[in-house]
């Protein structure tokens, strides 16, 4: 019995360590762990900013492609790398493990970074200069040169979509949150893990900037190679001291054999009596699964969990999933359903704050950056990015909580849905400033005789330029925090990963919405009057601006008719006598 009392606590029953053996909570896990974790998120940030802020800038100053193609580039790239996420979830998830995929997904990155960075250093993998003073256009970069720029590209978004979706993840599984003093690590965990993303964002969009504008893009690219590389050498070193969880399956799984299995039964008339669906009860499933009451939403999917003859009377229960699914599962797939249309109307924001590494980008070229003697980077303008975020949050909770408190009876301040909701009307007056700051470029422009050169600096302050990066900003804070609440607070126990990755992939299709509307807006437009001229100055980019304020407030009414029809899930759960269970915290 001493010998049990003593060992009791020491090892973790759901968690191993590098060698198969149960992990030992003395020598496993914890800060050590999670630092070195951290660290490697830092140099990720740092290496994915560094490249995507500034992108815009290198092609169309150093590749010579046009600006419409420029935007494009960067909003494909960066949608690609958030789309990717899911692919890495569903890796880690169900064949990798955390660990694994993110040590394969970093090194992926790192050569992504390295043969951009050698795109840099060899001549004959870049077009040559412009002549200064001559009348010729600029030579844009060649067919094998693009194909090496994508490669680097790509690669280094495979590795950040890997990353991406599993070091929070993995950095949580080093706390148990089955005991007391672990779990309230775990909160703080998370609250180092947005600061070093802060950290590293701040780096990227100024110090990184700046070497890459004034040293030029090989030295840049090259510390974003060194900090990922120094990152994944970093986390490999604390592979002794990690803590490894089993493979819990990806819920993609599970949402494909609902919609299979109700498929296959589509014939199959639905029982009036409930219980004679399938349904699994036992106290496993209970530590695995949230009870969840009978919705009469999407009955389509109830067909899956019909008892067909054949497993009806079966003793053994030897159920193939893809033919039978539980009721419970079916209920957990119709929630996630259920969260589309609030998923939907979110994406669009993401496609006005693309603009921000984009467009935007291209109008502080073209204006006076300087303070004094020093000239600002223009995508060192992204820094108030993270200006307004940190204003935003302080004043969201000292000041708008306590009145929404007052006001909505709300003990939160505002819902998930209602911050959403802020965020979607800080982005139509992001664009409405855009388009108003575009118009007075122009003007400056016309009235200086500047139209015609493209690369004049027109005498007036980069610092117009702020109203629409602060209102994006604001909007950030408020959607992506909302959004982040919504998802993890309304999905399924053990669905946080697919969920996540729906969160996730509204950003992906933000950015790639962004492309296409780029695209359709330059083909109708660019043969007579284009909107997004390669000269700015001869373009109509405030046109743009206005289109995407016009399709975000279409966008807010048919958000406020989805988050009007939504109900929370506790208030649901409450109404059938059910208890809400503890949500997991997740960050990414």
Same mark, same amino acid.
């Given at each position: 019995m %001493?010998?049990?009392?003593?060992?009791?606590?020491?090892?973790?029953?759901?968690?191993?360590?590098?060698?198969? @053996?149960?992990?030992?909570?003395?020598?496993? *896990?914890?800060?050590?762990?999670?630092?070195?974790?951290?660290?490697?998120?830092?140099?990720?940030?740092? !290496?994915?900013?560094?490249?995507?802020?500034?992108?815009?800038?290198?092609?169309?100053?150093?590749?010579?492609?046009?600006?419409?193609?420029?935007?494009?580039?960067?909003?494909?790239?960066?949608?690609?790398?958030?789309?990717?996420?899911?692919?890495?979830?569903?890796? #880690?998830?169900?064949?990798?493990?955390?660990?694994?995929?993110?040590?394969?997904?970093?090194?992926?990155? #790192?050569?992504g970074v390295t043969i951009l960075t050698i795109s840099t250093v060899v001549p004959s993998l870049r077009p040559p200069n412009c002549t200064a003073g001559s009348d010729s256009p600029c030579i844009p970069a060649s067919g094998k040169q693009l194909m090496v720029l994508y490669l680097a590209l790509y690669l280094t978004a495979l590795g950040t979509g890997g990353l991406k979706s599993s070091v929070s993840g993995f950095g949580s599984d080093q706390f148990d949150d089955s005991n007391k003093v672990e779990r309230k690590q775990m909160t703080n965990f998370f609250n180092w893990f947005f600061f070093f993303i802060s950290i590293g964002s701040l780096a990227a969009v100024t110090i990184l900037v700046y070497i890459e504008d004034n040293l030029g893009r090989q030295w840049g690219y090259g510390i974003c190679a060194c900090a990922i590389v120094l990152g994944l050498v970093?986390?490999?070193?604390?592979?002794?001291?990690?803590?490894?969880?089993?493979?819990?399956?990806?819920?993609? %799984?599970?949402?494909?054999?609902?919609?299979?299995?109700?498929?296959?039964?589509?014939?199959?008339?639905?029982?009036?009596?409930?219980?004679? /669906?399938?349904?699994?009860?036992?106290?496993?499933?209970?530590?695995?699964?949230?009870?969840?009451?009978?919705?009469? @939403?999407?009955?389509?999917?109830?067909?899956?969990?019909?008892?067909i003859p054949e497993s009806a009377s079966s003793t053994r229960m030897m159920i193939n999933k893809w033919s039978l699914s539980t009721l419970t599962d079916v209920e957990e797939v119709k929630m996630i359903i259920g969260?589309?249309?609030?998923?939907?109307?979110?994406?669009?924001?993401?496609?006005?704050?693309? @603009?921000?590494?984009?467009?935007?980008?291209?109008?502080? !070229?073209?204006?006076?950056?300087?303070?004094?003697?020093? @000239?600002?980077?223009?995508?060192?303008?992204?820094?108030?990015?993270?200006?307004?975020? /940190?204003?935003?949050?302080?004043?969201?909770?000292?000041?708008?909580?306590?009145? #929404?408190?007052? /006001?909505?009876?709300?003990?939160? *301040?505002?819902?998930?849905?209602?911050?959403?909701?802020v965020g979607l009307v800080l982005s139509i007056f992001a664009m409405v400033a855009a388009a108003l700051t575009e118009l007075k470029r122009l003007r400056a422009a016309r009235s200086h005789g500047l139209t015609d050169n493209p690369t004049a600096e027109i005498p007036l302050s980069v610092f117009w330029l702020v109203p629409q990066f602060f209102l994006v900003g604001s909007g950030e804070a408020f959607t992506y925090i909302g959004q982040l609440d919504f998802f993890l607070r309304e999905c399924p126990k053990g669905m946080k990963t697919m969920s996540t990755g729906l969160f996730l992939s509204t950003l992906s299709l933000g950015f790639f919405f962004s492309s296409a509307l780029v695209t359709i807006v330059h083909k109708v437009t660019g043969d007579r009057k284009p909107w997004l001229a390669d000269n700015l100055n001869q373009g109509k980019l405030y046109d743009f601006y206005w289109l995407l304020a016009i399709l975000s407030a279409l966008n807010l009414l048919i958000y406020l008719a989805c988050a009007k029809w939504y109900v929370y899930k506790d208030k649901r759960l409450a109404e059938e006598g059910i208890e809400l269970e503890e949500v997991e915290i997740c960050a990414h």
């Open positions: %001493t010998t049990l009392r003593e060992t009791e606590g020491k090892t973790l029953p759901d968690a191993w360590d590098y060698q198969g @053996q149960p992990a030992d909570r003395s020598t496993t *896990g914890g800060w050590t762990s999670a630092a070195m974790i951290l660290g490697g998120e830092a140099c990720e940030r740092l !290496t994915t900013l560094g490249i995507a802020v500034n992108l815009v800038t290198y092609l169309t100053g150093t590749m010579h492609l046009g600006n419409a193609t420029s935007a494009n580039t960067v909003t494909n790239f960066l949608g690609t790398s958030f789309m990717l996420c899911l692919l890495g979830g569903f890796v #880690a998830d169900t064949f990798l493990g955390r660990y694994l995929t993110i040590a394969i997904f970093a090194t992926v990155q #790192a050569t970093v986390f490999l070193s604390g592979t002794r001291r990690y803590r490894f969880k089993k493979l819990a399956g990806s819920p993609l %799984t599970q949402f494909a054999a609902v919609f299979v299995a109700a498929w296959k039964k589509r014939n199959i008339d639905l029982p009036s009596d409930l219980s004679l /669906l399938y349904n699994v009860d036992d106290g496993q499933k209970k530590m695995q699964k949230q009870k969840l009451p009978h919705s009469k @939403q999407f009955r389509f999917l109830d067909k899956a969990a019909i008892k969260m589309l249309p609030v998923w939907a109307t979110t994406i669009l924001f993401w496609t006005v704050y693309a @603009q921000m590494t984009t467009f935007s980008v291209s109008q502080a !070229t073209s204006m006076d950056r300087k303070i004094g003697s020093f @000239q600002i980077p223009p995508a060192s303008l992204t820094v108030f990015f993270v200006g307004s975020i /940190l204003l935003t949050v302080p004043v969201y909770d000292r000041i708008v909580v306590p009145a #929404a408190r007052k /006001l909505l009876k709300n003990p939160q *301040g505002l819902t998930p849905l209602q911050r959403i909701g």
